[in-house]
């Protein structure tokens, strides 16, 4: 007899298949379940209707609509003054005793550290702090960490603390005040970091040591010529610096971080233009200021409440291209040790005497250089400077005369923008600082590297 093929179906895989259908019906197993091995024989039925989603869904939650939390934009930093503010400095090493001849010729006016046996020294730490406060208010600090009172070294003082407060939105003129440096000169101006020689002259400098004081100044320069100002200076030409075209200013007188010493004021004005002829940059300049200084004097010298202290000077600088000239002069009058003498007292000892009076002084420099690119790595610039000055020294005790005639040359090798070797050989004549103010002749090599930051 022959046997259904319906019988041979195994009836659990049949239970299976009725078991899934029904629990999809119900809503509690999904479609593709009942699909799980299939008759093979059966015909294809309609797919049982797909279960309703739950009523919690049919709209997303109201939270989900908003963005992710990581998504949002950060709160808006609060602005400071210290955001606008940046810094820079150099730091000079010197080592001056090769090849000395003489170990009383010092230079108490330049580096402190010539004669004597300072060995290395660093002749400069400065720090700079600079920005823009609000756009017609300019803030300048900068200090020195390479001070020294007595023997003392690495003191940190003042050399620029003042504001910049412009008159209009370029900045062509504005009204500087605080502590910065007076303009008088051209070498004067002229950043330490910038100038080839490693001491700035005695007769442009005797008139303002430490070439700062506290006053208000105005300055006035238009704007094209305030952008050849500062190409001078980041091109490494040795500019003088933006003390504007015209500068006018009151100051106390007595030089830099020193109180004012009597009720009168220096009144000072500068009028410097740099134009390009032919390819060259030329710069003309001169000024001049006049006032009363107070000296300070040794007990058995005699000297005025104060003494008249005027000055006049001319300025031309050719810039390095590759050639470059500089010469400078001023003359006037300033305090001036006169009579000077020797005694004995009851005792036997010796004693300094004499007078401070106003007379006459006079000097200057001039200065050939030539800015070298591509025969070492870097810039290398040659440069040789003849000097000369003759008159007292107001700033030093006593206002002592000096004479002197100085050689120096030598070269500076800015390897990389922040790194810089000076070497210089030096032969001079000059005044030393101290009593009995003998003069004292002698030669050196001086070397120097300089970090710029």
Same mark, same amino acid.
């Given at each position: 007899?022959?046997?259904?093929?319906?019988?041979?179906?195994?009836p659990?895989?049949?239970?299976?298949?009725v078991?899934?259908a029904?629990?999809?019906?119900?809503?509690?197993?999904?479609?593709?379940?009942?699909?799980?091995a299939?008759?093979?024989?059966?015909?294809?039925?309609?797919?049982?209707?797909?279960?309703?989603?739950?009523?919690?869904?049919?709209?997303?939650?109201?939270e989900?609509?908003?963005?992710?939390?990581?998504?949002?934009?950060?709160?808006?930093?609060?602005?400071?003054?210290?955001?606008r503010?940046?810094?820079?400095?150099?730091? /000079?090493?010197?080592y001056?005793?090769?090849?000395?001849?003489?170990?009383?010729?010092?230079?108490?006016?330049?580096?402190?550290?010539?004669?004597?046996?300072?060995?290395?020294?660093?002749r400069r730490?400065?720090?700079?702090?600079?920005?823009?406060m609000?756009?017609?208010?300019?803030?300048?600090?900068?200090t020195d960490?390479?001070?020294?009172?007595?023997?003392?070294?690495?003191?940190? /003082?003042?050399?620029?603390w003042y504001?910049?407060i412009?008159?209009?939105?370029?900045?062509?003129?504005?009204?500087?005040? *605080?502590?910065?440096?007076?303009?008088?000169?051209?070498?004067?101006?002229?950043?330490? /970091?910038n100038?080839?020689?490693?001491?700035?002259?005695?007769?442009?400098?005797?008139?303002?040591s *430490?070439?700062?004081d506290?006053?208000?100044?105005?300055?006035?320069?238009?704007?094209?010529?305030?952008?050849?100002?500062?190409?001078?200076?980041?091109?490494g030409?040795? *500019?003088?610096?933006?003390?504007?075209?015209?500068?006018?200013g009151?100051?106390?007188?007595?030089?830099?971080?020193?109180?004012?010493a009597?009720?009168?004021?220096?009144?000072v004005?500068?009028?410097?233009?740099?134009?390009?002829?032919?390819?060259?940059?030329i710069e003309?300049?001169?000024?001049?200021?006049?006032?009363?200084?107070?000296?300070?004097?040794?007990? /058995?010298?005699?000297?005025?409440d104060?003494?008249?202290?005027?000055?006049a000077?001319?300025?031309?600088?050719?810039y390095?291209?590759?050639?470059?000239?500089?010469?400078?002069?001023?003359? *006037?009058?300033?305090?001036?040790?006169?009579?000077?003498?020797?005694?004995?007292?009851?005792?036997?000892?010796?004693v300094?005497?004499?007078?401070?009076?106003?007379?006459?002084?006079?000097?200057?420099?001039?200065?050939?250089s030539?800015r070298?690119?591509?025969?070492?790595?870097?810039?290398?610039?040659?440069?040789?400077?003849?000097?000369s000055?003759?008159?007292g020294?107001?700033?030093?005790?006593?206002?002592?005369?000096?004479?002197?005639?100085?050689?120096?040359?030598?070269?500076e090798?800015?390897?990389?923008?922040?790194?810089?070797?000076?070497?210089?050989?030096?032969e001079?004549?000059?005044?030393?600082?101290?009593?009995?103010?003998?003069?004292?002749?002698?030669?050196?090599?001086?070397?120097?590297?300089?970090?710029?930051?």
């Amino acid at each position: 007899m022959k046997e259904s093929t319906t019988s041979s179906r195994p009836p659990s895989r049949k239970l299976l298949c009725v078991l899934s259908a029904a629990l999809c019906q119900a809503g509690l197993a999904s479609p593709a379940l009942a699909q799980v091995a299939p008759d093979p024989e059966q015909a294809p039925t309609a797919a049982p209707p797909a279960p309703a989603p739950p009523e919690e869904s049919a709209a997303p939650p109201e939270e989900s609509a908003a963005p992710p939390e990581e998504s949002a934009a950060p709160p808006e930093k609060k602005a400071h003054f210290f955001d606008r503010i940046n810094v820079r400095g150099y730091t /000079q090493f010197r080592y001056n005793e090769l090849a000395r001849s003489n170990e009383e010729l010092n230079n108490l006016q330049g580096d402190r550290a010539i004669g004597g046996h300072a060995g290395l020294s660093v002749r400069r730490a400065r720090l700079v702090l600079l920005g823009e406060m609000h756009p017609h208010i300019d803030l300048y600090l900068q200090t020195d960490f390479a001070a020294s009172a007595g023997d003392a070294l690495h003191f940190a /003082q003042v050399r620029d603390w003042y504001f910049d407060i412009a008159l209009d939105s370029d900045k062509e003129f504005r009204f500087r005040v *605080g502590q910065s440096k007076v303009p008088f000169g051209y070498e004067n101006m002229q950043s330490s /970091q910038n100038r080839l020689p490693l001491d700035r002259s005695d007769a442009l400098n005797s008139a303002l040591s *430490g070439e700062r004081d506290l006053g208000v100044f105005f300055y006035y320069a238009p704007a094209s010529v305030r952008r050849l100002f500062k190409h001078l200076t980041d091109s490494g030409l040795k *500019g003088s610096g933006d003390y504007g075209m015209l500068g006018l200013g009151v100051f106390n007188g007595q030089t830099i971080n020193r109180a004012d010493a009597n009720a009168g004021k220096h009144v000072v004005a500068r009028i410097t233009y740099p134009f390009e002829l032919g390819g060259q940059i030329i710069e003309v300049g001169g000024g001049g200021y006049t006032g009363k200084v107070v000296v300070n004097t040794s007990e /058995q010298v005699i000297a005025p409440d104060e003494v008249r202290d005027a000055r006049a000077a001319l300025a031309f600088a050719l810039y390095p291209q590759p050639f470059g000239l500089l010469a400078e002069y001023n003359i *006037g009058t300033g305090p001036e040790l006169t009579d000077f003498g020797t005694s004995l007292d009851a005792a036997g000892a010796e004693v300094f005497s004499g007078t401070v009076r106003r007379r006459s002084l006079h000097g200057g420099f001039v200065l050939a250089s030539l800015r070298l690119a591509g025969l070492v790595p870097g810039v290398l610039t040659p440069y040789v400077r003849l000097a000369s000055y003759e008159g007292g020294k107001k700033h030093e005790t006593n206002a002592p005369r000096y004479s002197v005639r100085e050689l120096d040359a030598g070269f500076e090798w800015q390897f990389i923008k922040p790194l810089e070797l000076t070497a210089s050989y030096q032969e001079a004549r000059r005044t030393s600082g101290r009593i009995p103010y003998d003069r004292e002749s002698g030669k050196l090599v001086r070397l120097q590297l300089q970090v710029n930051y």
